[in-house]
């Protein structure tokens, strides 16, 4: 596995892995109106998007020329999506991404709004739960989790390559 930093063309591909994802990945803590207003069927604002991962660092890991994974860092610190490929999920592509922005955005405290499904990732990671919260999205409500972390005196991973060993 490969991380590299995010390119403009990569958006369209990102908006579908995150869609599969959710739809994929989340079904047992989100019922299906909850998963179609988290990730809509006819898909993302690619130009909102784009935006956005331009804005902040953005990693994207790669098998065999493939897509797996995205996560991206506002310069604050703030974890705004990390996802895997609900084929690539378990396998170390998250922890790959998430210890590479850590240690590429120097911060005070990391913090992010993590779902039902990934708390247990965060949690095994260091992160803590700060409150548990309901978010309305496109009118429907769906219960997700604000989570902090103060950073690791050595950092925890690189930015341009990590093996997934």
């Not at 998250?94 to 708390?119: D, F, I, K, M, N």
Request: charged residues 25%; proline residues 5%.
């Amino acid at each position: 596995m490969k991380l590299r930093r995010y390119r403009p063309e990569d958006c369209r591909a990102l908006g579908a892995l995150f869609y599969d994802t959710v739809h994929a990945a989340c079904t047992g803590e989100y019922d299906p109106r909850q998963l179609d207003a988290w990730a809509p069927p006819e898909g993302v604002d690619l130009a909102a998007w784009n935006e956005s991962l331009s804005a902040h660092l953005t990693l994207v890991a790669e098998e065999d020329g493939a897509i797996v994974g995205f996560g991206d860092m506002a310069p604050d610190g703030y974890l705004d999506r990390l996802y895997v490929a609900h084929t690539h999920l378990r396998r170390g592509v998250a922890s790959a991404l998430c210890a590479a922005l850590e240690q590429a955005v120097p911060a005070q405290r990391y913090t992010t709004h993590a779902s039902r499904t990934a708390l247990p990732f965060f949690l095994a990671r260091g992160w803590r739960v700060v409150k548990e919260q309901t978010v309305e999205r496109r009118g429907v409500t769906l219960n997700n989790y604000v989570m902090e972390k103060k950073p690791s005196p050595q950092g925890e991973g690189g930015i341009c390559e990590a093996n997934d060993g």
